[in-house]
C-alpha cells in the first residue's frame, strides 16, 4: 500500500514515480529529531501495540482490551511526537 501512495503522492508533484524522496514516515521521524535507530524501533514498537491490541481483544474484556491499546497508544505517540535526547548518545553519534 505504501508503494500505491508513494507513487500517487509522486506524480502529483509531477516528479517520476521512480524517483526518491523523503516523505515515507522514517524520514519524517528523522526530521522530527529521531535517529535512524530509535526511528526503527518506534515504528517496531507502533507495529507491536497495535498487534497486541488486536490480540487482546481475543483473551480479556472489551473494556480491558481498550483500556490497555489506549494506553499503548498515547505512550507511544508520546514517544513518537516528543524526541528525547541524552548528551551521552548524540556524543556517540
Do not use: C, N
Amino acid at each position: 500500500m505504501d508503494i500505491v501512495l508513494a507513487v500517487i503522492r509522486r506524480t502529483r508533484r509531477g516528479d517520476g514515480f521512480w524517483k526518491p524522496d523523503a516523505s515515507h514516515l522514517h524520514h519524517q521521524m528523522l526530521a522530527i529529531g529521531h535517529s535512524h535507530r530509535r526511528a526503527v524501533s518506534l515504528l517496531y514498537l507502533w507495529s507491536a501495540v497495535i498487534a497486541a491490541g488486536a490480540v487482546s481483544y481475543a483473551y480479556l474484556a472489551a473494556v480491558y482490551a481498550t483500556l490497555g491499546l489506549a494506553v499503548g497508544l498515547i505512550l507511544v505517540a508520546t514517544l513518537t511526537w516528543r524526541p528525547w535526547h541524552s548528551p551521552s548518545t548524540e556524543e556517540a553519534l
